[in-house]
């Protein structure tokens, strides 16, 4: 993968118990490896025990005190295209005001990697640089949800502040890893977190049930030119340090 640590690809952990921990880690290793973020789908749902699936291995993700604070809204069908046709034209002309704020910059190497990866998808579907309304335009189908056939939406409680989303955000790395392991596809949506008053009276929850994020799900349009790019990884050396004495 491009990007990632050299000495990281194809090295078995040392476990020292000879169960097949290396293989587990592996697979593991090769879900993350494989698993992008989709920005076409085709429209084929996803049979209903295959969501009940990825929604059942999800739930496993630790969480603060075992609160297990996510809540998921499955939206498909029809329920999912009024959702879907409502959420395009709200974005048209809504301010975003999301329960968790946006970050307040992205600078240096923080900055570096989401312009690479702005820059990678332009590129990809043939949006010169400067090109602000085709820009826009492209932004804008996150509210389409790609053409994904499904969307989960992802609510914590308000009371658990902070805490509550973190755990929110490793049911959705889960979540895309079950999801990928069962050859569908995914993308983890901030966007739809920009107008949570919206997604709460469109998905019926109340007020103190604040929006995370989406996830759209499906299977990938493979031919699709936003499909074609992956975005790299930091090596160890800029992520992590060692303090051992």
């Known amino acids: 993968m491009a990007g990632a640590d050299a000495g990281l690809a194809g090295a078995a952990p040392e476990t020292g118990d000879g169960s097949g921990r290396a293989e587990a880690f592996a697979a593991l290793r090769d879900l993350l490896e494989a698993r992008f973020s989709c920005r076409a789908f085709r429209p084929d749902p996803i049979p209903q025990g295959t969501i009940r699936a990825l929604l059942a291995t999800a739930a496993r993700t630790p969480s603060w005190c075992n609160a297990q604070p996510w809540h998921v809204v499955i939206l498909s069908g ?7 046709s409502a959420l395009y034209a709200h974005a048209q002309h809504a301010a975003p005001n999301p329960d968790y704020p946006w970050p307040e910059a992205y600078l240096g190497v923080y ?3 989401r312009r ?17 309304e085709a820009a826009r335009r492209q932004a804008l189908e996150n509210y389409r949800l790609f053409g994904a056939p499904h969307c989960a939406v992802i609510t914590a409680p308000a009371a658990l502040g902070v805490y509550g989303a973190i755990d929110c955000g490793g049911f959705v790395t889960a979540f895309l890893l079950a999801a990928r392991a069962m050859g569908v596809d995914t993308i983890p949506q901030a966007a739809i977190a920009a107008y949570p008053d919206f997604v709460r009276a469109q998905c019926g929850l ?3 049930r604040k929006v995370v994020c989406a996830i759209s799900f499906g299977y990938a349009d493979p031919a699709h030119p936003a499909n074609q790019f992956r975005t790299s990884r930091a090596p160890l050396e ?3 340090a060692f303090l051992e004495t």
């Open 206 to 208: 109340p007020a103190e």
């Open 78 to 84: 029809a329920a999912l295209e009024r959702f879907r």
């Open 238 to 240: 800029e992520i992590a």
């Open 111 to 113: 900055g570096a990697r």
């Open 116 to 132: 690479e990866c702005g820059f990678a998808l332009y590129d990809s579907v043939g949006i010169a640089r400067g090109d602000r």
